[in-house]
């Protein structure tokens, strides 16, 4: 078996091939307990992004008028879609209620903070049609979910650091790291991390394999 400064490697967390010591496994679900209420919500919204491209906007009982608003322009939309829903506000599908132009607006609460400074709607993008509108925001969307992710990573980072500094922190980066890159589809931070696992799961045949 595995082990490492005298434990046993033998705990297992969700999205990690590796394995951690019982210290490592402490430092983990401390600095994953700071994140976990914003981890699930990142993980909603993934949801909500990939089932965007699987929305048949060409079918009439899908793309129906729902309701209608005023931007801070004065320019009146049509609402056929929710594009996605967070806690804090949501981004309709709409086409111009005189025109043929299309847009993801963002909606939020009248009394929100940023609604009672700059107008309770934002036009995030415009197009020609209801499939190109959707993509491009399903884009833009998916980038601004990998800040996020980043963002959680480096406020679990403070914890295990400041709290945990003798308990293997870097490897407890990479498995807390590795679980954020997962759950927002970051294939570039998953492959890196799978590499620097190896390191670790594999038993020392290699002298230049080996990094703990």
């Known amino acids: 078996m595995l082990?490492?400064?005298?434990?046993?490697?033998?705990?297992?967390?969700?999205?990690?091939?590796?394995?951690?010591t019982s210290s490592e496994?402490?430092?983990?679900?401390a600095a994953f307990r700071t994140i976990r209420r914003?981890?699930?919500?990142l993980e909603k919204l993934q949801d909500g992004v990939d089932h965007l491209e699987k929305i048949p906007w060409e079918h009439r009982a899908v793309l129906r008028h729902f309701t209608s608003f005023l931007?801070?322009?004065?320019?009146?939309?049509?609402?056929?879609?929710?594009?996605?829903?967070?806690?804090?506000?949501?981004v309709l599908l709409c086409r111009k209620t005189d025109g043929t132009e299309w847009a993801a607006i963002?909606?939020?609460p009248e009394n929100a903070p940023y609604a009672k400074a700059h107008g309770a709607t934002d036009v995030l993008l415009t197009g020609n049609d209801a499939r190109t509108v959707t993509n491009e925001y399903a884009a833009q969307a998916?980038?601004?979910?990998?800040?996020?992710?980043?963002?959680?990573v480096a406020k679990a980072q403070k914890i295990v650091w400041d709290q945990y500094p003798h308990a293997n922190p870097d490897l407890v980066m990479r498995a807390l790291s590795e679980r954020c890159?997962?759950?927002?589809k970051n294939?570039?931070?998953?492959?890196e991390a799978q590499s620097l696992t190896e390191s670790v799961i594999e038993p020392p045949r290699r002298s230049h394999g080996i990094r703990v």
Do not use: I
């Not at 931007?71 to 949501?90: F, I, P």
């Not at 890159?181 to 927002?184: E, L, M």
């Open 25 to 29: 496994l402490d430092a983990y679900d």
């Open 106 to 108: 963002q909606r939020l």
């Open 187 to 191: 294939t570039e931070v998953v492959r």
């Open 181 to 184: 890159a997962h759950a927002v």
């Open 38 to 41: 914003d981890f699930a919500e």
């Open 3 to 20: 082990t490492r400064n005298g434990q046993p490697a033998e705990h297992t967390v969700p999205g990690f091939a590796g394995l951690l």
């Open 71 to 90: 931007s801070g322009n004065g320019t009146r939309w049509d609402a056929y879609g929710v594009l996605l829903k967070s806690s804090a506000s949501e």
């Open 142 to 152: 998916q980038h601004t979910l990998r800040f996020m992710a980043s963002d959680l």
